[in-house]
């Protein structure tokens, strides 16, 4: 059964927005997730929702590859700095990522690997950055011993890249 591209399946439909728009979604406030995920569709984004770390990472390992990240700090089992490490030593793959917090002890710098936008923001700034997001390459990650299992999501991740438009 397909499901709305808001929902987590990630499958498309017909009237679904191009691949290459696909945006993961996570934060634990219901409100925040869903209210995202329906501005982020008006946008000709495809989001796809999730409300902890868990979900997001099956989300990563069983749908496409996302153009982007979008990820509060806070998450019931875990934070999105986790996540995003999860993301380079498990798949080994840098997705542009967008953390979004109310508040972090220090200013994220470029070599930290992630954008941040700090929580009360203008709707319109999220839009930019996510635009500005999506037409960054994901990149391999720093090296670091994988096991063939990891090889092989990371060589996923590296041949749907770009996807395709159909």
Same mark, same amino acid.
């Given at each position: 059964? *397909? @499901?709305? &591209?808001i929902?987590?399946?990630?499958e498309r &439909?017909?009237?679904?927005?191009?691949?290459n728009?696909?945006?993961?979604?996570v934060d *634990?406030?219901?409100?925040?997730? $869903?209210g995202?995920?329906?501005?982020?569709?008006?946008?000709?984004f495809?989001?796809?929702?999730?409300a902890?770390? +868990?979900?997001?990472?099956n989300?990563v390992?069983?749908?496409?590859?996302?153009?982007a990240?979008?990820?509060?700090y806070?998450?019931?089992?875990?934070?999105g700095?986790?996540?995003?490490?999860?993301?380079?030593?498990?798949?080994?793959? @840098? $997705?542009p990522?967008?953390?979004?917090?109310?508040?972090?002890?220090? %200013?994220?710098?470029?070599?930290?690997?992630?954008?941040?936008?700090?929580?009360?923001f203008?709707?319109?700034?999220l839009?930019? +950055?996510l *635009?500005?997001?999506c037409? $960054?390459?994901?990149?391999? %990650?720093?090296?670091?011993n994988?096991? $063939?299992? @990891?090889?092989?999501m990371?060589?996923v991740y %590296?041949?749907?890249?770009?996807?395709?438009?159909?």
């Amino acid at each position: 059964m *397909e @499901q709305d &591209t808001i929902g987590n399946a990630g499958e498309r &439909t017909e009237n679904s927005p191009v691949p290459n728009r696909r945006v993961l979604v996570v934060d *634990e406030d219901a409100l925040m997730r $869903v209210g995202f995920g329906g501005v982020l569709k008006e946008w000709s984004f495809a989001p796809s929702l999730a409300a902890s770390f +868990r979900e997001a990472r099956n989300i990563v390992l069983t749908e496409e590859p996302f153009a982007a990240i979008v990820c509060d700090y806070h998450l019931p089992d875990g934070n999105g700095l986790e996540l995003l490490d999860w993301l380079k030593r498990q798949v080994g793959v @840098q $997705v542009p990522f967008l953390l979004i917090s109310d508040g972090l002890a220090r %200013a994220p710098s470029a070599a930290d690997g992630y954008e941040f936008l700090s929580k009360f923001f203008l709707i319109e700034n999220l839009r930019n +950055r996510l *635009e500005k997001l999506c037409r $960054v390459k994901p990149q391999a %990650a720093a090296p670091f011993n994988l096991t $063939v299992a @990891q090889e092989a999501m990371a060589s996923v991740y %590296a041949l749907r890249w770009p996807p395709k438009n159909k």
